[in-house]
């Protein structure tokens, strides 16, 4: 059984919505999917990706294959959240005195 990391649609016309999924690479593209990774919102300013690394690198190291849309996407994502780590840490309260 071979697995994909995906995009399946969701979206309407005209308002398109992706999910990120894990599926066997012979099934359809809307068809059943083995896990819901995250979703893809291609309308939305800022970042539209929200995908679960965790869950991303698990399934790599199962042997999913990610299409050639989710390598890039997943590439980015890696380099959001590796420009957002030193942000997020708190600073410390300078000293009063």
């Known amino acids: 059984m071979a697995l994909k990391i995906r995009l399946t649609k969701v979206g309407s016309t005209h308002q398109p919505l992706y999910r990120v999924v894990v599926a066997e690479a012979r099934s359809r593209r809307d068809g ?13 300013r800022g970042n539209p990706v929200k995908i679960n690394m965790e869950r991303v690198d698990y399934w ?38």
């Open 60 to 97: 790599l190291s199962k042997g999913a294959l990610p299409t050639d849309t989710m390598r890039a996407m997943i590439k980015k994502a890696r380099r959001a959240a590796a420009n957002a780590k030193p942000e997020e840490a708190p600073a410390e309260a300078p000293a009063t005195a």
């Open 32 to 44: 059943a999917a083995v896990e819901n990774l995250g979703t893809y919102h291609p309308g939305v």
